[in-house]
């Protein structure tokens, strides 16, 4: 006995429509969550766009992937189609654009770093002296005892220096990487949508 098979149909303006309800989903978390970080605004202070580039570049794939399945289901509409291309190219732009604002301030942020646990072995030396000098602390302090805190200040502060700038620099790089290929990807998707349009 032969079994009669039905053919597996796709319903491309249901696949469209889905494409759609989740691209444009991915995209206002994306957009709510960058309204968050970036809410206030402080544009002078490092910290601040330091967060929000990392937390940004964190996020970004949600962004490439709604921008592609919205990109997707808008095909067949040359107008949205163009419309999204160049937003596409712009966020990708800007994405890439960000990546020199995010080395310099990774940078400027490890050298604070750096210069301000330097000024604190500064003044733990200072008080070292002061403490050496003082008649009172003399009698119950060697000066042995003195220069063992004091090296073992400087040899903590000199591996409190190389974890800050060793944590600082991953950070960086795992948010500058985020953001090129992602940036790359959306760049791709304009492109693509461009020549479609």
């Not at 985020?178 to 461009?194: A, C, E, K, Q, T």
Request: include cysteine; charged fraction near 15%.
């Amino acid at each position: 006995m032969k079994s009669i098979s039905t053919p597996n149909f796709i319903d491309t303006s249901s696949t469209k429509s889905i494409c759609l309800i989740v691209g444009l989903t991915c995209l206002a978390g994306f957009g709510l969550d960058f309204l968050a970080l970036a809410l206030p605004p402080n544009l002078l202070e490092l910290q601040w766009r330091l967060t929000l580039l990392q937390q940004t570049g964190d996020r970004s794939i949600i962004l490439l992937f709604g921008a592609a399945l919205t990109l997707y289901a808008v095909l067949g509409n040359r107008r949205l189609l163009k419309q999204l291309a160049f937003g596409c190219l712009i966020a990708g732009i800007i994405f890439h654009l960000s990546c020199i604002l995010l080395i310099q301030d990774s940078i400027t942020l490890k050298n604070q770093a750096v210069r301000n646990i330097s000024d604190q072995v500064a003044q733990v030396q200072t008080r070292a002296q002061e403490a050496q000098e003082n008649p009172d602390l003399a009698s119950n302090v060697t000066p042995e005892q003195i220069e063992q805190a004091y090296q073992q200040i400087v040899t903590q502060a000199e591996s409190l220096k190389q974890n800050t700038q060793l944590s600082i620099t991953k950070a960086a790089i795992v948010s500058l990487g985020n953001l090129l290929i992602v940036g790359l990807g959306l760049i791709s998707l304009g492109r693509f949508g461009l020549k479609r349009a």
